[in-house]
């Protein structure tokens, strides 16, 4: 019968990869605790840059000016689906409201996306009373986003819906975010590795840097919305 015999060498041998695979995984823990931290404190001062902007969005010359019609607008997001890291987009179906008095305006029917494509809206409600107007839609889209592939789904993303007037300037039409009754449904993602910690509806200013040629306006300053 032979016997295997494991000589000094070879058990030293032994002990010293058995130390380096140790210290390998040391290492890689460690990497990782500290990209996770980087991750984190990435995350954090983003989304305070981007709060802070969505509150002080409104720059000297771009001010809605008085005469401007304000409309109220708010989003209720009933479910997020596929997110798809190779197309870079996600999609949403949310209801969203709008609230305004008369001045022969119709943002129902100008709203769009500046961050996406809408592939299906419904007009679910709608009322007038005396110059009061109200209407409220059901949205499904295709929103772009840029996930970077190195973060996810470690970090966390801000995912935006972006409303926008496709038609009027900020000279005719402000928008104000209904904040108090903005939410996601507790039961909006569908996917165990997304989880919403925080919504947020706020309002900043969209400066195209051009009138597109302006039309009957010629010469007017670039819209900004």
Not at 15 to 35: E, M, P
Not at 90 to 103: E, I
Not at 105 to 134: C, H, M, S, W
Request: proline letters at 4%; hydrophobic letters at 40%; glycine letters at 8%.
């Amino acid at each position: 019968m032979s016997q295997d015999i494991i000589t000094p060498k070879a058990y030293r041998f032994v002990i010293l990869w058995a130390a380096a695979l140790v210290l390998f995984f040391i290492l890689v823990g460690f990497y990782g605790t500290w990209k996770l931290l980087a991750y984190k404190d990435h995350t954090a001062q983003r989304r305070k840059t981007w709060l802070e902007s969505t509150t002080t969005g409104i720059s000297p010359g771009n001010t809605p000016e008085a005469k401007a019609a304000a409309v109220r607008v708010g989003i209720y997001v009933n479910r997020i689906g596929e997110v798809d890291l190779h197309a870079l987009s996600w999609v949403a179906d949310f209801d969203l409201w709008l609230h305004w008095r008369n001045k022969g305006i119709d943002p129902g029917e100008t709203f769009q996306l500046g961050n996406g494509e809408i592939d299906a809206r419904e007009k679910r409600e709608a009322y007038v009373d005396g110059a009061e107007r109200y209407e409220r839609h059901r949205v499904k889209a295709r929103i772009a986003k840029y996930f970077d592939p190195t973060r996810f789904p470690f970090a966390d993303e801000p995912l935006v819906i972006q409303v926008e007037d496709g038609v009027h300037s900020v000279k005719a039409l402000h928008f104000v975010a209904d904040t108090k009754n903005s939410a996601v449904s507790p039961m909006a993602t569908v996917n165990d590795l997304i989880k919403i910690d925080r919504a947020v509806a706020g309002v900043r200013l969209h400066d195209f840097g051009s009138n597109r040629g302006g039309g009957r306006r010629g010469l007017e300053e670039a819209n900004v919305h």
